[in-house]
């Protein structure tokens, strides 16, 4: 004959949940405390209270007993007059530096380009001096003297202060502050305004042109007709450059920007031609290894337009000057966002159901004025030999 078991008898009391005779412990809110039962041996005191009192590097919790019981109740008493009132000495000390490490561990884990991290890890530096304030002691008006003073741009403020809150939302995450401060922050409303770029104009593409035989006026143009960034370029793999179907791929920075197409116009192609055999033959495994550091371009640069009287210009203005000129003469704006890698995320339509195909990216681009055409405002192509 089978026996069955009659399930155990479960009930609440005033000192948690009772099954089949066995005290059982409530749950508690996180950081709260935990009350544990100690079953290795009788003990008098059997019940532990254990309280959260801080986290270590890795953000894992430390924690520490404050005291065994009789029963059970008084251990959760125990909690609860430790929560309203702890000592000094146990109360936590995170401080703003290690939270500040946490969000760089953060950030190498979401995969954040060289780019991003370099600048927070400049932000670090720039608020280094509140490293050993206590977390839970500092507050907005700590940082605020660093925008009061600043002579960076609004946006660069911006992105400032945007490192300096995501610290706080973190250590809001840990519990270590209740809310966060630092969205507090004010950004003067007269800080200095975008830099506007300075493109370069028909009359000053037209110069380069004709200096084309030169390796900074050579770089320039490649700049100012793929609209590239400067670091692009400079970590372009070779394996990425596809010479006989015109287009590169590679980019940076956004989500939008990696792993891009970049067509080749005609008109280039020569100069991308010749560094990529030199490259070749070199063994290296970017296009400009050995040819020039960015910062010796970025030097040379400026230092070509003022001899060729051409004005300011700083290697971004490639950049602006490359959309200026697409958006002229009428490419599709989703053609031009796809080629600089601009997201479309406000654009449903554009983000999710266009299609564009790498031969519509080279014809284009073919479209772009150079040589006597940019000062005739005629479109031509270059005939360049194939590979």
């Known amino acids: 004959m089978i026996n069955k078991r009659k399930a155990p008898i479960r009930y609440y009391s005033d000192r948690g949940l009772v099954i089949g005779g066995y005290i059982m412990a409530m749950k508690r809110a996180n950081g709260s405390g935990t009350v544990y039962k100690m079953k290795h041996k009788q003990l008098r005191k059997p019940y532990r209270a254990v309280v959260t009192y801080g986290y270590d590097a890795n953000g894992k919790a430390i924690r520490k007993s404050i005291g065994t019981f009789?029963?059970?109740?008084?251990?959760?008493?125990?909690?609860?007059?430790?929560?309203?009132?702890?000592?000094?000495?146990?109360?936590?000390?995170?401080?703003?530096?290690?939270?500040?490490?946490?969000?760089?561990?953060?950030?190498?884990r979401q995969g954040l380009s060289a780019g991003r991290m370099k600048i927070i890890h400049t932000i670090q530096k720039m608020v280094g001096h509140l490293n050993?304030?206590?977390?839970?002691?500092?507050?907005?008006?700590?940082?605020?003297?660093?925008?009061?003073?600043?002579?960076?741009?609004?946006?660069?403020?911006?992105?400032?202060?945007?490192?300096?809150?995501?610290?706080?939302?973190?250590?809001?995450?840990?519990?270590?502050?209740?809310?966060?401060?630092?969205?507090?922050?004010?950004?003067?409303?007269?800080?200095?305004?975008?830099?506007?770029?300075?493109?370069?104009?028909?009359?000053?593409?037209?110069?380069?042109?004709?200096?084309?035989?030169?390796?900074?006026?050579k770089l320039t143009l490649i700049y100012a007709y793929t609209g590239l960034r400067l670091n692009e370029l400079q970590t372009m793999k070779l394996d990425s450059i596809h010479l006989k179907e015109r287009y590169m791929v590679g980019g940076?920075?956004?989500?939008?920007?990696?792993?891009?197409?970049?067509?080749?116009?005609?008109?280039?192609?020569?100069?991308?031609?010749?560094?990529?055999?030199?490259?070749?033959?070199?063994?290296?495994?970017?296009?400009?290894?050995?040819?020039?550091?960015?910062?010796?371009?970025?030097?040379?640069?400026?230092?070509?337009?003022?001899?060729?009287?051409?004005?300011?210009?700083?290697?971004?203005?490639?950049?602006?000057?490359?959309?200026?000129?697409?958006?002229?003469?009428?490419i599709d704006e989703i053609i031009i966002k796809r080629i600089v890698g601009h997201s479309s995320k406000d654009n449903i339509t554009q983000e999710v159901y266009t299609h564009k195909t790498i031969q519509q990216y080279i014809d284009a681009v073919n479209r772009l004025p150079y040589g006597e055409a940019l000062l005739k405002g005629e479109q031509r192509l270059s005939n360049a030999d194939e590979i």
């Open 252 to 330: 940076s920075k956004t989500e939008a920007g990696k792993d891009r197409c970049i067509p080749i116009a005609e008109c280039i192609y020569p100069f991308i031609k010749e560094l990529y055999q030199q490259a070749k033959f070199k063994r290296v495994e970017c296009l400009l290894d050995k040819v020039i550091h960015k910062d010796t371009y970025r030097r040379e640069m400026q230092r070509m337009c003022q001899n060729l009287n051409l004005g300011e210009h700083k290697p971004h203005d490639t950049r602006h000057t490359f959309i200026s000129m697409a958006s002229n003469i009428g």
């Open 70 to 108: 009789a029963t059970q109740k008084e251990a959760y008493t125990a909690l609860a007059l430790y929560s309203t009132n702890p000592p000094q000495e146990e109360q936590r000390k995170i401080t703003f530096g290690q939270c500040f490490e946490w969000r760089i561990e953060e950030a190498e």
């Open 132 to 217: 050993n304030i206590e977390m839970k002691n500092i507050r907005a008006a700590h940082f605020q003297p660093i925008f009061d003073n600043s002579t960076h741009t609004k946006s660069y403020q911006k992105l400032i202060k945007a490192i300096i809150v995501s610290v706080g939302t973190l250590a809001v995450k840990q519990e270590i502050i209740p809310r966060n401060y630092f969205s507090d922050i004010i950004i003067n409303k007269n800080a200095t305004p975008i830099k506007k770029a300075n493109i370069f104009s028909n009359s000053a593409l037209y110069a380069l042109w004709q200096h084309s035989d030169d390796i900074i006026a």
